[in-house]
């Protein structure tokens, strides 16, 4: 029988966020994968040296690999430095990957990170959304909805 999973992640740190993807996606889901680093990655990202903003995630062979994701050499690395952009293999159940697999094949999703961490145990882990694309009118309505309840918060703030 499975472990039953935590109703939010355990951040301990966070090393890197994308705060535009909730602006440019409609987030249906979200889940934590574990990363596939080699030494001197971890301890670059230990040091707070992270971006994904231009980064995904693809499903390739069975497997999910993080695309485009930068974290950058390790400024006391010797020449076994990583390479900053390489892809880095994601670690999900073989389930998870099924089912991830279906979502982006049937309704035209697309995996996307949203933050990089470090739980409670040390483990380097990503928090992947499932979502769809927006379009233009959505992120206005986007902004819309934002300034309003800006507004909201700044009226109440005045008469109470």
Not at 22 to 29: A, L, T
Not at 43 to 53: E, V
Not at 121 to 140: I, N, S
Request: aromatic fraction near 6%.
């Amino acid at each position: 029988m499975a472990r039953p999973k935590p109703a939010t992640f355990d951040k301990q740190k966070t090393v890197a966020d994308n705060r535009r993807v909730r602006f440019d996606y409609h987030v249906e889901d979200t889940l934590e994968a574990g990363l596939a680093l080699s030494g001197t990655e971890v301890k670059a990202l230990r040091a707070g040296q992270a971006s994904i903003k231009e980064s995904y995630a693809e499903i390739r062979g069975g497997q999910v690999w993080l695309v485009n994701a930068n974290i950058p050499e390790y400024a006391h690395g010797n020449r076994e430095n990583h390479e900053p952009k390489r892809p880095r293999k994601l670690l999900l159940h073989e389930r998870e990957i099924e089912r991830l697999f279906g979502a982006i094949e049937r309704k035209g999703m697309t995996l996307v990170p949203l933050s990089v961490y470090f739980n409670s145990t040390g483990r380097a882990k990503v928090e992947l959304a499932l979502a769809k694309g927006k379009q233009a009118h959505d992120k206005r309505q986007t902004i819309k909805d934002r300034d309003w309840q800006r507004d909201k918060a700044r009226l109440m703030r005045d008469r109470g």
